[in-house]
Each structure stands twice: as C-alpha cells, then as structure tokens.
C-alpha cells in the first residue's frame, strides 16, 4: 500500500504561483511514477502531469505546458508541482497519485484545492 498526502494548494490570484508537495509512505518510493490530476467542479478528473520513476522523464497535459513543472525528491519521498502564470481555469481539486509496476495510477491522495482568482 501506499499513502499520499498532498499540501500547498491555496487561493491565489490570476498570474501567481504555487508549489503543491505530495510526500508518499508505504513502499519504497523510487519505483514508481507519479502524477498530479485535478477534477474541477462539474468536471472531469484531468490529467495534469507525469514523472518517472528516477524523474528523468516528465509529461504534461496540453492545458499546463510550460507553466506546471514537476519534480520529484526520491530521498525526501516526494513529490511537487510548481505552477506559474496561474490562471482562473486551473481551479481545481488537486489529486497526488502513484503508479503501479503496470503503470497504471492506483493510490490516490485526499487531494488538495487551488483557487485561482480573478
């Protein structure tokens, strides 16, 4: 099993940033991928961003290309999400999730919500 708890999430105002943190428990964190999805109300759960589980490999949706980074710290169990340039439509329900050894997203964390204002 594994337990993910987010933190970070937040009000902000349109053009700002955050920095959503996700430590993980429960298995040994360098092997396995990550992501963060968000669900916005009324809305489907998207996905926001991938990492690998060495971190040498990120993916992004197409609606946070060049304003979301993430990365990972195998040595604190973590996980980020630096996110620029925010914008009205990324409020949302931020969710932590973790892969898998087929790769698919299994554990979830309660999520974390981020308002942006504008």
């Known amino acids: 099993q594994v337990q993910l708890v987010e933190s970070g999430g937040g009000l902000v105002q349109a053009g700002g940033s955050l920095r959503l943190s996700c430590a993980a428990s429960?298995?040994?964190?360098?092997?396995?991928?990550m992501g963060w999805f968000r669900q916005a109300p009324g809305k489907e759960r998207e996905f926001v961003a991938g990492?690998?589980?060495?971190?040498?490999?990120?993916y992004y949706g197409d609606s946070v290309k060049g304003r979301f980074a993430i990365s990972r710290d195998n040595a604190k169990n973590t996980v980020y999400l630096q996110m620029i340039s925010l914008k009205p439509e990324d409020t949302a329900v931020y969710y932590c999730?973790?892969?898998?050894?087929?790769?698919?997203?299994?554990?979830w964390g309660q999520g974390t919500q981020v308002t942006v204002s504008s």
């Open positions: 990492i690998s589980a060495s971190g040498g490999n990120t």
């Open positions: 999730a973790a892969q898998t050894v087929h790769r698919t997203y299994a554990y």
């Open positions: 429960g298995r040994t964190f360098s092997s396995y991928g």
